[in-house]
């Protein structure tokens, strides 16, 4: 391998910026040259990229966001598309493209080298730790703080007016982000897709404990679920069950700021790990992290299998939290 390129899609995470650093920091110290591609695959398939240097990812590894951008491209989806991607690649003498992004944005690469032979290597840059084959992405860990810390601000309110909230954080179809912020913040209840969600025995509960005096203010946290509005139904049917509970959507705030030392770590060494696996010969792998292993994923499992959660942590978190 003797040219990359590196490129940040989906949805960004806290962490890219270091696994950028990482993979660029790894390249040039074995005589790799590495070119950065903005916006994601929209950059990839209109040529915009530019030669990284040394110092081109100075003073980014405590930076929120992606300096290369990120951006979400229907056009990607398409294979002639993907097609005159590779052309791109091949007219600058790249031979490999490093993709930092979730489940799409990996799928996008796995496609672009099985119908193009362009050498890939994923790194799993999500918020919502929702991909195969790895026990972590990069984001995660930065994004449960950051709802950690604004949940600790919301239960000084709710404590004060004696109120429950549904504070509702991000994870789309999976409870990682909630069961995980939820233990770390000590809810009262934690709503998962995982598990379905029954408004009475809900209702009954928050009514008993307030009952018995124990249970006056608190907090509720609900997973977004792959369907828009949940925590507002959710609010509303309450309602109509004698309860009155507050609605707080933590939403964007979970993926900005800047990233743990937990994720700027992982962060560092997928992106070095991604050169390594490069220059051994491996493609069409995401790097992945498991029981504290950094490891090769084939990218078609990340495509072919969902990630579930944790059936033992979720039974704990249900012991702890109803
Ligand atoms: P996150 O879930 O964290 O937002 P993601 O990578 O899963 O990240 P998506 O919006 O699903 O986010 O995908 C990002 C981009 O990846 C898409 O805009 C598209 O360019 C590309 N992509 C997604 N799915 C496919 C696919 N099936 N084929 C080709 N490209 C895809």
């Known amino acids: 391998v003797r040219s990359i390129a590196i490129l940040t899609s989906g949805g960004d995470a806290p962490g890219m910026n270091p696994a950028i650093r990482g993979v660029v920091r790894a390249a040039l110290h074995q005589g790799i040259e590495v070119f950065g591609i903005n916006r994601g695959y929209s950059g990839l398939i209109s040529d915009d990229m530019a030669p990284m240097s040394s110092s081109s990812v100075s003073n980014i590894v405590q930076r929120g966001g992606t300096i290369l951008k990120s951006d979400r491209c229907e056009a990607f989806k398409k294979p002639d598309v993907r097609a005159s991607a590779a052309e791109i690649l091949r007219a600058r003498g790249i031979d490999a493209l490093v993709v930092i992004g979730g489940d799409g944005s990996l799928t996008g690469a796995h496609l ?179 029981d504290g292993q950094i490891l090769d994923v084939p990218l078609e499992d990340i495509i072919r299998f969902r990630k579930g959660l944790d059936p033992t942590l979720l039974e704990l978190a249900l012991q702890v939290h109803r």
């Open 112 to 290: 672009l080298q099985q119908e193009t032979g362009i050498e890939v290597i994923g790194l799993p840059g999500t918020i919502d730790n929702d991909i195969f084959g790895t026990d972590d992405t990069i984001g995660f860990d930065t994004a449960v703080n950051t709802a950690l810390e604004a949940i600790d601000r919301i239960r000084d309110t709710a404590s004060s007016h004696e109120r429950h909230f549904l504070v509702e954080v991000m994870g789309r179809a999976s409870g990682f982000i909630a069961i995980h912020v939820g233990m770390a913040a000590g809810a009262e209840m934690i709503l998962v897709p995982e598990r379905a969600i029954e408004i009475e025995r809900i209702s009954e509960e928050l009514a008993a404990a307030r009952r018995a005096g124990t249970g006056s203010s608190g907090i509720i946290v609900v997973a977004e679920g792959p369907e828009p509005g949940l925590t507002y139904r959710l609010a509303q049917q309450l309602k109509e069950h004698g309860q009155d509970p507050r609605v707080c959507i933590l939403g964007h705030i979970q993926r900005g700021g800047s990233p743990t030392g937990h994720d700027r770590v992982l962060a560092t060494c997928m992106g070095a790990m991604a050169v390594s696996y490069l220059g051994a010969g491996y493609s069409d792998i995401m790097v992945g992290v498991r």
